[in-house]
């Protein structure tokens, strides 16, 4: 019997915000962007909470996120996913958390796709308890991004070459499965499963949502408590996510 999933967007989905904001800060912090960079950052992120991202707007994202990474060592960047997922967690929507784990209560496998990084979005679907993360992968080369990609950039069709695959490996139901996500930049991976849900939707994808009777997903006030725990329990479980990256790599 082949197996269902229910594969969940990140930003503005599974969470409020973007996660690439989170990062900058990360990343800010230890010298690899400008203050002025963060600055720019600040203002894209607020744009893009209220507005969305175009593809060109995406795109130079990639770009700067390619060139931040060229030379930094894997290391480097490791250490700091435990600062990056404690700025994440907060801002996770207990909605979208509580179908993940209907879900899982109903057989189904739980995965995030997302165009942000594998080895960050991985982490962040271990934490949560689901059964995996696919985001982009950046080539690394004698312990050091080379800035390259390693593999599809995971936005838009992108998100469907790495679904495919995965399906194809673990032989997944897709016309069984769902796939939630809040743009109309998703909708070749909303198309590909038989069960698409809008959260919070932009403007295009609510049009094609209410043509194509898909459920629809609503709420504005972000909760702030996890049910997975409070600060000190989170910081704990953090704690081992580094560890658990090189350890991830060394294999």
Request: no cysteine; aromatic share 6%.
């Given at each position: 019997?082949?197996?269902?999933?229910?594969?969940?967007?990140?930003?503005?989905?599974?969470?409020?915000?973007?996660?690439?904001?989170?990062?900058?800060?990360?990343?800010?912090?230890?010298?690899?962007?400008?203050?002025?960079?963060?600055?720019?950052?600040?203002?894209?992120?607020?744009?893009?909470?209220?507005?969305?991202?175009?593809?060109?707007?995406?795109?130079?994202?990639?770009?700067?996120?390619?060139?931040?990474?060229?030379?930094?060592?894997?290391?480097?960047?490791?250490?700091?996913?435990?600062?990056?997922?404690?700025?994440?967690?907060?801002?996770?929507?207990?909605?979208?958390?509580?179908?993940?784990?209907?879900?899982?209560?109903?057989?189904?496998?739980?995965?995030?796709?997302?165009?942000?990084?594998?080895?960050?979005?991985?982490?962040?679907?271990?934490?949560?308890?689901?059964?995996?993360?696919?985001?982009?992968?950046?080539?690394?080369?004698?312990?050091?991004?080379?800035?390259?990609?390693?593999?599809?950039?995971?936005?838009?069709?992108?998100?469907?070459?790495?679904?495919?695959?995965?399906?194809?490996?673990?032989?997944?139901?897709?016309?069984?499965?769902?796939?939630?996500?809040?743009?109309?930049?998703?909708?070749?991976?909303?198309?590909?499963?038989?069960?698409?849900?809008?959260?919070?939707?932009?403007?295009?994808?609510?049009e094609v949502a209410r043509r194509e009777g898909w459920n629809v997903m609503r709420f504005?006030?972000?909760?702030?408590?996890?049910?997975?725990?409070?600060?000190?329990?989170?910081?704990?479980?953090?704690?081992?996510?580094?560890?658990?990256?090189?350890?991830?790599?060394?294999?």
């Open positions: 019997m082949t197996r269902q999933a229910a594969f969940f967007d990140l930003d503005k989905t599974l969470m409020a915000g973007s996660s690439g904001m989170q990062f900058a800060k990360a990343a800010q912090e230890r010298g690899l962007i400008s203050r002025a960079q963060i600055i720019r950052w600040g203002r894209d992120h607020m744009r893009y909470r209220i507005k969305g991202a175009t593809d060109d707007e995406t795109n130079e994202i990639l770009k700067v996120a390619r060139e931040t990474l060229s030379g930094v060592s894997y290391t480097e960047i490791s250490r700091m996913w435990p600062e990056v997922l404690a700025g994440i967690l907060p801002r996770i929507y207990p909605e979208v958390l509580a179908e993940v784990h209907r879900h899982q209560d109903e057989g189904r496998l739980t995965y995030i796709v997302s165009a942000a990084g594998s080895d960050m979005v991985e982490s962040l679907a271990q934490v949560l308890g689901m059964d995996g993360g696919i985001g982009t992968r950046y080539l690394v080369r004698d312990g050091a991004y080379t800035g390259e990609l390693d593999g599809p950039f995971v936005y838009g069709r992108g998100k469907v070459i790495a679904i495919e695959s995965l399906a194809e490996e673990i032989e997944l139901d897709l016309e069984g499965s769902w796939a939630y996500s809040d743009s109309v930049s998703d909708l070749p991976m909303m198309e590909l499963v038989g069960n698409a849900v809008a959260v919070n939707p932009d403007a295009p994808l609510l504005e006030r972000l909760g702030r408590n996890l049910a997975i725990g409070g600060t000190v329990a989170v910081a704990a479980l953090l704690g081992g996510i580094g560890g658990w990256l090189s350890r991830r790599r060394a294999g």
